[in-house]
């Protein structure tokens, strides 16, 4: 069973701080996606990262993947109230179409 | 729309009764998946449909749980009997597999939020 664990669970920061979420495994992962969600929503793909050491910037949201790509981090830069959310990573493995997702980690982001 | 519709939103139901929740995925995405979420938390999977193959039915949690696929597209997932520690968020998402371009992106529905009494 391959597992994802994030951190942290709960996060609460003042608008325009820098964060950093990150998400674990011991397995290796072919693929690994972060989600958004936002309440009563789905949620919603931010971005994928494929390669070992793959760095993708998305505004002022930059995610690494692992270089044994096992591992990825998220971080935020100058984190505004619309960035409010739990952030959920995937990771796929080999061909299999299954996501394994990570126990979340809700951000909060104080005006 | 063009996005993942799912049916009821809000379903309140009692101890032992059976419910059926509804899924439609988007036009022409060959897989189908169904999540289960408690309070905010991760994701836990329940089942997914890969065009004609059998489903993978490794998520679900007892044979209370089923659930089907017509004609490639629109899902149910049927509890049966069910339990208060089934009350939660269940999820449906679809995507279009094949083409490494596309890395198993997921699109979510809204989901429907079950809450048994």
């Known amino acids: 069973t391959q597992l994802l664990e994030q951190s942290p669970q709960f996060l609460s920061i003042q608008e325009g701080e820098n964060l950093t979420v990150y998400c674990n495994s011991s397995s290796v992962f072919s693929s690994l996606q972060w989600y958004r969600q936002e309440p009563g929503e789905g949620p919603v793909l931010l971005v994928t990262v494929v390669t070992g050491g793959e760095v993708k910037k998305l505004k002022r949201l930059t995610f690494q993947f692992g270089d044994a790509r096992k591992d990825s981090s998220l971080h935020i830069t100058a984190a505004q109230p619309g960035d409010t959310g739990l952030y959920l990573c995937a990771g796929a493995v080999g061909g299999n179409e299954k996501l394994t997702f990570g126990t979340g980690t809700r951000l909060t982001i104080i005006p | 729309g063009a996005g993942v519709s799912q049916s009821p939103s809000n379903k309140v139901t009692e101890k032992g009764k059976d419910v059926e929740l509804r899924c439609d995925p988007i036009s022409g995405h060959t897989a189908l998946y169904w999540y289960r979420q408690s309070l905010g938390q991760g994701l836990e999977f329940l089942i997914y449909?890969?065009?004609?193959?059998?489903?993978?039915k490794s998520g679900l949690p007892s044979d209370r749980f089923s659930a089907e696929r017509t004609g490639g597209s629109v899902s149910t997932l049927t509890i049966q009997r069910t339990q208060q520690e089934d009350s939660a968020v269940y999820l449906c998402?679809?995507?279009?597999?094949?083409?490494?371009?596309?890395?198993?992106?997921?699109?979510f529905g809204p989901g429907t939020r079950l809450t048994v009494l």
């Open positions: 998402a679809s995507s279009l597999v094949g083409g490494r371009r596309f890395y198993n992106e997921q699109f």
């Open positions: 449909f890969q065009g004609n193959s059998a489903p993978d």
